[in-house]
């Protein structure tokens, strides 16, 4: 009963913000934003998604807050916790919303410190999950940069304006070169970058501009794991169809036997790697890589049909002749093609 006696005893003497002041303090209010990447939790290729731990950061002056240290008996006013925030702060602060965030995330922890020059400063700690396009055309080898964009809702770029605070985009930076976790499985933190910008929403009535911070996120993917678990047995898997150049050229039934096989593998292949890509109307490396290897293992079904044709027709030494050169044509055909496909790629 003592503790909760003093409980309410300390709400009562708790000063409240006037909750007269609804309205920015200027116009327009130029509000310092900073964003910390706490870690990247999740990143789903297939919905074109990611989930990451944030830190936002805000700080405006406001005039109006100014007070007395002496008079107050601190040298700053700490608002912390929703309970705080929401039923003792009443002043303005700038609503920072992620526009591209999917549902409403979870808001873990908040604070508003206030400095007796009206310096008032805005963290609060978020788990967030964005949706952001990705370009996947060069998958294995891509390199994604995935955004947020935040603006300050319901106030347009005349009421208030979002300037980068580079203090907590350099702690930002330096946490992630130091610290291994902030890494997802598959990629590699390349760079962070915060860009104030402007956008257009229209919530109701007329088009009107908005100040907006975007975040990017670089992260460049970690290609080993799909090139030696898909590309490279790929690869080995057609090179071990050459062996029917050497079979008898009249031996029709083995030839196919051993180009059906190497076809059915590249079609369960596509299927494998389908089942883990977005659903997008272009082709990426890896798409490329594996039509064209089934287009040259076709090749081989073709040249098998006319060697036998020729060895019907009694014209079994041309066709010899003929598979000689499909030896030697085959490799250089197929990693002519594979060279031509990862320079196409890399260079779009």
Same mark, same amino acid.
């Given at each position: 009963m003592t503790a909760i006696m003093g409980f309410l005893a300390a709400l009562g003497?708790?000063?409240?913000?006037?909750a007269g002041m609804p309205n920015p303090p200027a116009s327009p209010t130029v509000v310092k934003v900073g964003v910390f990447l706490a870690d990247i939790v999740d990143l789903d290729e297939l919905n074109e998604t990611f989930q990451m731990e944030l830190v936002i950061t805000a700080e405006w002056e406001d005039p109006r807050l100014a007070f007395d240290r002496e008079e107050a008996g601190t040298d700053v006013k700490l608002f912390q916790g929703t309970f705080q925030f929401n039923e003792i702060?009443?002043?303005?602060?700038?609503?920072?919303?992620?526009?591209? #965030? /999917?549902?409403?995330?979870d808001q873990n922890a908040i604070s508003i410190k206030i400095s007796p020059n009206g310096i008032v400063r805005y963290k609060e700690?978020?788990?967030?999950?964005?949706?952001?396009?990705m370009q996947l055309k060069r998958f294995p080898f891509d390199t994604q940069v995935l955004k947020a964009h935040m603006i300050p809702f319901s106030d347009h770029k005349d009421e208030v304006v979002l300037v980068v605070d580079e203090r907590v985009l350099g702690a930002a930076e330096n946490?992630?070169?130091?610290?291994?976790?902030?890494?997802?499985?598959q990629w590699e933190l390349v760079s962070l970058d915060l860009v104030s910008t402007t956008s257009e929403f229209r919530y109701y009535g007329e088009q009107d501009?908005?100040? #907006? /911070?975007?975040l990017q996120i670089t992260l460049q993917r970690q290609s080993s794991n799909m090139i030696w678990k898909v590309i490279f047995p790929l690869v080995l898997l057609v090179l071990m169809m050459w062996a029917v150049f050497w079979l008898e050229v009249d031996n029709l039934s083995d030839r196919l036997n051993l180009s059906f096989i190497g076809i059915l593998t590249i079609v369960a292949y596509q299927f494998l790697i389908?089942?883990?890509?977005?659903?997008?109307s272009y082709f990426t490396f890896t798409d490329a890589v594996l039509l064209y290897s089934f287009l040259v293992m076709c090749l081989a079904i073709f040249e098998s049909l006319v060697l036998y044709s020729l060895c019907k027709a009694g014209r079994k030494e041309l066709a010899e002749r003929v598979?000689?050169?499909?030896?030697w044509a085959f490799p250089v055909i197929?990693?002519?093609?594979?060279?031509t496909s990862y320079v196409y790629y890399l260079k779009s």
């Open positions: 003497s708790a000063e409240a913000i006037d702060y009443a002043g303005w602060w700038p609503q920072l919303l992620i526009v591209n #965030e /999917i549902g409403s995330g700690q978020r788990n967030v999950t964005l949706e952001t396009p946490y992630a070169a130091n610290n291994e976790e902030v890494n997802i499985a501009e908005f100040s #907006e /911070i975007e389908d089942g883990a890509m977005p659903r997008i598979d000689v050169i499909f030896q197929y990693f002519g093609g594979l060279i």
